[in-house]
């Protein structure tokens, strides 16, 4: 991983935008900090809709995939990167161009994304009691590849987020149910699957030696809902920039890292295609546009192939993303020279950092062989290492460079017991360890590390807040905290503090 460039805060207001997932496209925070012009990705898209009937031959639905197969590396990539389109022989027609032939490769990999979601409308209850909710069905639209033959769809999460059925629909037209197989909002990947051999595999690249300048295509199914046409369109440019980051805007966490800047057109509907370079092999996934207007305006991000299969490759085996732990939180530190540093804050007790006889004040150089120049490197070297994996770290101490043996395991909160409480809340107890997984300036109380949809809207606590009071009375465990919850619906209301990034709130809700 090089080192990251941020993306600085552009001149005015801008909307970053999802570039697909019509009808559930997000509008973030505007990447100068203020709020932007409330102009949607899918301005004019939503509308409701039954579920289409899926059809195609001879199946209603994705088939099980036949046995385990091998790790990334030498699943998606392998079986994908060795697969070549027959009809790729240029011809003597001088229309043929290069960007011709490298979208022929690629096209008839590319598949229109359909999903039926449901949305909660809710409404305030007369003394802030949970709220009473209707439903509807909305449409939303998306676009996705093939990642080999076994019938692998991979797209972006937040273009099936919520989704309740999902449909994908092929350059011919033909029609299948498609199964969700994971998704993670953090990385944005998601992983479908519809049955084997009908959808052909797209040639894969390498995003780790793109080219600042190369071209770049990016393929997807824009506007669906205008156009009856099943095939995706094109639009071309150039990879604009490399190793761009960006991290949520604090409404929806998402790790946009090591992202791929183009100018190539990516419009509402393309989330999930295919970003491809000039040998038609594709080197990243289209996610997100940063506009002003809300369409188009030369600024699309792409996730890099490498990190996407990855991602995909995990779904596939668990169903979801093990995130990494070795037991240290660090910082940036600028020195009086301004050399920014990243700095152990602390080690947590009994984790492999504390095993590899990692210090707090110790200076992170890199960590196999990528340079650590902040948090956000940190996080993304950590992810692309992997859990189960054993990786060299490199650091320095009182001027000293040393390297160590680091084992990754998983996140403590990943494994810790989870108490469920509201009917859409759990909870799991803050260790030390959570505590430093978790960046907590408190070392006690119940973490909240998932949260229905329902519940966040009711009570305004959010996945990451950590209760430390019930009715005045302290939380140390997420026992304590399902006990006092017991006892305050006996009373049918209840105030709760939290700790929410640095931060004590207070808030008070109903309950029936």
Do not use: C
């Not at 803050?430 to 109380?445: C, K």
């Amino acid at each position: 991983m090089k080192a990251a460039n941020r993306i600085l805060a552009l001149a005015g207001a801008a909307a970053l935008l999802f570039a697909g997932g019509l009808g559930l496209g997000t509008l973030l925070r505007s990447a100068g900090g203020e709020r932007a012009p409330a102009v949607p990705a899918d301005a004019g898209q939503t509308a409701s809709a039954e579920p289409a009937a899926a059809r195609d031959a001879g199946t209603d639905g994705a088939e099980a995939d036949a046995g385990d197969a091998p790790s990334f590396g030498s699943s998606f990539a392998r079986r994908a990167r060795t697969a070549e389109p027959s009809d790729t022989v240029p011809s003597s027609d001088p229309r043929h161009t290069p960007t011709v032939t490298a979208v022929r490769r690629v096209m008839p990999s590319v598949v229109s994304v359909n999903v039926v979601s449901t949305e909660t409308t809710q409404s305030q209850g007369p003394f802030g009691f949970f709220p009473f909710g209707t439903q509807r069905q909305v449409r939303g639209l998306g676009s996705g590849f093939a990642i080999d033959d076994r019938g692998y769809i991979l797209t972006n999460a937040h273009v099936v987020e919520n989704a309740s059925r999902i449909v994908v629909v092929d350059a011919s037209g033909h029609r299948y149910t498609a199964q969700l197989v994971g998704a993670d909002g953090l990385t944005d990947v998601a992983l479908l699957k519809v049955p084997a051999g009908r959808v052909p595999p797209a040639p894969l690249g390498a995003s780790s030696d793109l080219m600042v300048g190369e071209p770049a295509i990016a393929i997807g199914n824009p506007f669906g809902f205008y156009l009856s046409n099943t095939e995706a369109t094109v639009t071309t440019g150039v990879v604009s920039g490399v190793n761009r980051d960006y991290r949520g805007n604090g409404d929806r966490e998402v790790l946009y890292a090591d992202m791929i800047q183009t100018d190539a057109a990516i419009n509402p509907g393309n989330s999930g295609g295919p970003l491809v370079n000039a040998d038609g092999r594709v080197v990243g996934v289209n996610s997100f546009i940063i506009s002003r207007s809300g369409g188009s305006e030369g600024l699309g991000f792409a996730i890099p192939i490498d990190r996407a299969l990855h991602i995909a490759d995990e779904l596939r085996r668990f169903g979801r993303i093990r995130r990494p732990y070795v037991g240290l939180d660090v910082a940036t530190v600028t020195s009086d020279s301004l050399v920014a540093r990243t700095v152990v804050r602390r080690v947590a007790p009994g984790s492999p950092a504390a095993s590899a006889g990692i210090r707090k004040g110790d200076v992170i150089l890199t960590l196999e062989g990528d340079r650590v120049r902040g948090p956000l490197d940190w996080e993304v070297a950590l992810l692309d290492v992997g859990v189960g994996s054993t990786a060299k770290l490199r650091y320095l101490r009182d001027g000293k460079e040393s390297e160590v043996d680091l084992r990754v395991g998983e996140r403590p909160s990943e494994e810790a017991q989870r108490v469920e409480v509201l009917r859409g809340l759990q909870l799991v107890t803050v260790t030390p360890q959570i505590a430093v997984e978790r960046h907590l300036s408190v070392d006690q109380g119940a973490l909240i590390v998932d949260v229905s949809s329902d519940v966040a809207g009711a009570t305004l606590m959010q996945e990451g807040d950590v209760i430390v009071a019930i009715d005045r009375r302290e939380v140390k465990t997420a026992d304590d905290a399902a006990q006092l919850f017991k006892t305050a619906t006996q009373r049918g209301f209840v105030r709760v503090w939290l700790y929410r990034n640095g931060e004590s709130l207070v808030t008070s809700f109903g309950l029936r």
